[in-house]
């Protein structure tokens, strides 16, 4: 059984003429212990497809779906209070920028404990030792300072690495990555790809990475979906991304310059309006 | 002669030195910057001439209050017939005597307790129920929002000191019974603030990222919410420590808050008022006192919100 199963998914905001946008239109995809990318341009719904998994669709949107089921277990069946008992314990979520999302008025290491006394009934000796073991692991040199440090005092590399001992530090089932790196250095970015790799890795769990650089998710995951209006178009091995049919990644693909075959000149992606809608053909 | 002299240029020179490594550049310690932030507020603030008047007469008025007992000449109960309403200047009784010969001066001295005992709890109670109120409304929008707002603009839908004038009515006169009407009537403006500062909180990265962990709305209000928002309130705070000595002092006149032999200064107004014409300073002299420590909680509140308020541009 896989992981995670989500069938049919819709997220909808109401318009303000009445009618409604679909931001995600029947998304379907399994996870299983694999890392997944998803892809996809500004607004193409990635991110809303993550947030839909943690059924975390800010009002006035709203989330439908034939499925979505951890391990079995159907998500849109539970109550809040037991949703929250899912986040963060069996799917977290890394989010963009570190400036943003870390507490300005808190230190790194109380958002670490509590992040672990949420859901682990543990002294706060015992989660401030895991907390210091856990930015060990995230490679961070000087554990006991950064412990104490707030977030304004901390860089964005270090930053997103606190978020990810964050988020990593319930143990969770699946991490879903929501772009971690584009707020981040270049230099800095393959570091914390790296470590995010590692962890993952040793502790077997199931990523979603979602970016919108498609080069790095294809070196980075092992199966990609390419997500354009709200709907995937494609699906392939990151290993295959080359041998893409669908028109859109064939584009996406084409518009990127490549050392190994050098061009004059790029190409601009076209965009059709009917990919929007499935493809006829899919129907059995 | 020359030890002396040897001894304060050491001091000098030692004095130099702390100064040197308060105003430093590159802290070497974290408590090197907490302390060297510490100092530079503090030079802004002193660089405030009339708030430093403020905080002047606040550290009296502490001191006074605590000390009560060791600055009075009399006792503020005692009563002497024989020498009642003599003018100030007299000796031994410097602000005069009121009507039953009690000391004025000595009933200011411990009237100063009274004052910051309401003050102090007032802006304990009040931010503190107007920071739940608000951020409750602000977190959880819809119709809790709606119903907690509408609440306190029926609070702010009456005069100040009517409504607690009319709280203090139900619930009998008294100091506590004032305290309580004052906060109740103090709390609105406060839960607006909170309200404010929670709707551009909520929808932050941060606060999603601790839903995101699986944290519930209490845990979300308390533990990432109130932090933020006390800033601005500790400023209202402030600004508002005026107000409630007023407020206080207009109870204490009408009759409703501290009662007659207790030497409350809008009480001891309230008793030389039957004499103002023909003795003047028995209704003057707290008026001088109130109107002075209401003076210098402003000038003090004006001072401090221009040093710790977060959201005054940082040159």
Same mark, same amino acid.
Do not use: F, G, I, Q
């Given at each position: 059984m896989s992981l995670l199963e989500v069938e049919n998914l819709e997220v909808t905001f109401p318009t303000r003429d009445g009618g409604l946008f679909h931001a995600v239109r029947g998304v379907s995809f399994t996870l299983g212990d694999e890392r997944l990318g998803i892809v996809g341009e500004s607004g193409s719904g990635k991110s809303m497809t993550g947030r839909a998994i943690l059924r975390l669709i800010r009002p006035p949107g709203r989330l439908t779906a034939t499925r979505i089921a951890l391990a079995g277990e159907d *998500? *849109?069946?539970?109550?809040e209070i037991e949703m929250r008992a899912i986040r963060g314990r069996r799917i977290s979520m890394v989010m963009q920028d570190p400036k943003f999302s870390l507490?300005?008025?808190?230190?790194v290491g109380e958002q670490i404990m509590e992040a672990y006394q949420l859901h682990a009934r543990a002294s706060s000796r015992e989660a401030r030792r895991r907390a210091l073991e856990m930015l060990n692991a995230v490679q961070i040199r000087d554990p006991e300072r950064v412990f104490r440090?707030?977030?304004?005092?901390?860089?964005g590399g270090m930053g997103q690495r606190v978020m990810i001992a964050m988020m990593l530090i319930p143990d969770p089932d699946i991490l879903i990555a929501d772009e971690p790196t584009s707020a981040l250095d270049v230099s800095v970015q393959t570091e914390v790809l790296r470590i995010m790799d590692r962890l993952v890795k040793e502790r077997g769990m199931g990523l979603i990475f979602i970016s919108h650089d498609l080069n790095l998710v294809a070196s980075f995951c092992d199966r990609v979906l390419i997500m354009y209006a709200g709907r995937v178009v494609e699906t392939l091995p990151a290993a295959r991304l080359h041998d893409a049919k669908h028109p859109y990644t064939k584009g996406l693909l084409n518009s990127l310059p490549r050392l190994d075959a050098p061009k004059d000149k790029l190409e601009v992606l076209s965009r059709d309006p009917a990919w929007a809608h499935p493809p006829p053909s899919s129907a059995p | 002669m020359a030890d002396a002299a040897e001894k304060s240029s050491g001091d000098a020179a030692s004095r130099s030195a702390l100064r040197q490594w308060l105003l430093t550049? @590159?802290? @070497?310690s974290r408590r090197h910057a907490r302390a060297a932030a510490l100092y530079q507020g503090w030079l802004k603030f002193r660089s405030n001439t009339l708030a430093m008047i403020g905080l002047g007469i606040m550290i009296a008025l502490v001191l006074i209050a605590a000390f009560a007992p060791l600055l009075a000449p009399y006792d503020p109960f005692a009563q002497d017939l024989s020498n009642r309403l003599l003018p100030p200047g007299t000796t031994g009784h410097i602000l005069g005597t009121d009507s039953l010969g009690r000391d004025i001066l000595s009933r200011l001295i411990y009237g100063s307790r009274i004052t910051l005992y309401i003050v102090a709890l007032v802006a304990l109670i009040a931010p503190v129920a107007g920071l739940m109120i608000g951020t409750i409304a602000g977190f959880a929008g819809g119709f809790i929002d709606a119903a907690l707002m509408r609440i306190t603009d029926i609070f702010l839908a009456f005069p100040r000191l009517v409504l607690a004038l009319a709280f203090v009515a139900a619930l009998g006169a008294g100091i506590e019974n004032a305290i309580i009407a004052i906060s109740l009537t103090a709390w609105p403006p406060y839960a607006r603030i909170a309200r404010a500062e929670t709707l551009t909180i909520r929808n932050s990265d941060y606060i999603a990222a601790v839903r995101l962990q699986g944290a519930g709305p209490i845990r979300i209000i308390t533990g990432h919410i109130w932090p933020l928002c006390i800033s601005s309130l500790i400023v209202r705070v402030t600004l508002d420590m005026a107000g409630i000595i007023l407020a206080a002092a207009g109870l204490g006149f009408l009759g409703l808050g501290a009662q007659p032999p207790s030497p409350e200064w809008g009480a001891m107004i309230s008793e030389g008022r039957r004499f103002i014409l023909d003795h003047w300073w028995v209704a003057t002299m707290p008026g001088l006192a109130i109107f002075t420590v209401s003076l210098a909680f402003n000038l003090l509140g004006d001072g401090l919100r221009d040093v710790l308020d977060p959201k005054d541009a940082q040159e």
């Open positions: *998500l *849109l069946k539970k109550s507490n300005p008025v808190m230190t440090a707030y977030p304004h005092e901390v860089s | 550049d @590159t802290p @070497t």
